[in-house]
Every structure is written in structure tokens, then in C-alpha cells.
């Protein structure tokens, strides 16, 4: 699958992200250019996401957070994850998700 694009809100704030699907169900989030970090769906179907500094970036720059952005951390916010997994879910369907 190739890679795209979506919107999600972080404190009212609009927020476009470029996801990079991977194998096995997980996704590169891709931010400015840059990598925050890798979302997975889970055997339970929830959503999970480690940041770009725990991950091989696999030749992606890693995001450079800027302090006054609001934006550190991103991943780090459950409902934020959520809200990248349910828009990825929206993406690319839910037919491959266990019964």
C-alpha cells in the first residue's frame, strides 16, 4: 500500500500527518518531513505507537521537535493514537482486523 495522508485534532489544533504503511499492520507516522514514530494495531485491535527515538527510523530523518509547537510527545497521547488508528482504519478498511 502506498503511503497517505491524513487530519487529526491535537488541543483544537489541526494536525496533518503522512503515515508510511510497514509490514504487519504497522505504520511510519510521518510528521514535517519527519519521523515521530510507528503506530501497530494490537491482537485486541487496540492501537499502540512507539516514539521515533525507541525505533530504527529505517532511513527516515526523525522529527525535530520544536518546544513551542505543543507537539512533543505526540504519540505518546492515547487519544491522539487513537485518533491516527481510527483515521488509518478509515484508510485502508477494517477487513483485516481478527474476528
Excluded at 507516522?29 to 515521530?36: C, M, N
Excluded at 487496540?46 to 527515538?53: F, G, L, M, N
Amino acid at each position: 500500500m502506498d503511503p497517505f495522508h491524513i487530519i487529526i485534532k491535537n488541543k483544537g489544533e489541526q494536525i496533518d500527518l503522512n503515515i508510511h504503511p510497514q509490514e504487519a499492520d504497522s505504520y511510519k507516522v510521518i510528521y514535517h518531513g519527519g519521523l515521530v514514530g510507528e503506530i501497530f494495531i494490537n491482537p485486541n485491535g487496540s492501537w499502540s505507537a512507539v516514539p521515533a527515538e525507541d525505533l530504527d527510523s529505517g532511513g527516515y530523518p526523525i522529527y525535530e521537535y520544536d518546544e513551542t509547537s505543543g507537539h512533543t510527545d505526540l504519540l505518546m497521547d492515547e487519544d491522539i493514537v487513537k485518533q491516527i488508528g481510527a483515521q488509518i482504519d478509515v484508510r485502508v478498511g477494517e477487513g483485516r482486523l481478527p474476528n
